[in-house]
């Protein structure tokens, strides 16, 4: 039996700079807070499909599970949200924000 569909985002990295980024309903953002989550799986096939073809934009988009029980989605995977969090090896991008520190 296949498993059940579970809340999910589109993700990537922006082509030129690196940094991860998030779909939203109506471009890119590095917010996951602004991602759009999606619940029905031909959906999230569709935007995949839509952001694998935005080929001078983003690179490597792939469908990444989220916990959407809450105001924002969360990673469910330890990868994601590592990835969400931004780079690790000093404080730049993502980890300056007081909140991820």
């Known amino acids: 039996m296949p498993r059940a569909f579970t809340p999910k985002v589109v ?4 082509l030129l700079e690196g940094d991860v980024i998030y779909q939203t309903a109506t471009g890119w953002s590095r917010d996951l807070a602004e991602a759009e ?4 799986e031909a959906d999230a096939d569709l935007r995949l499909i839509d952001a694998a073809q935005q080929v ?8 990444a599970d ?6 924002t989605p969360k990673p469910t995977h330890f990868r ?5 969090t931004g780079p690790s090896n000093y404080a730049h991008g993502k980890q300056e924000a007081q909140a991820n520190v």
């Open 11 to 14: 993700t990537a990295n922006a």
């Open 66 to 71: 989220v916990d959407a029980s809450g105001p």
């Open 37 to 40: 989550v999606l619940t029905d």
């Open 80 to 84: 994601e949200d590592f990835r969400a």
């Open 56 to 63: 001078d934009a983003v690179v490597g988009a792939y469908l």
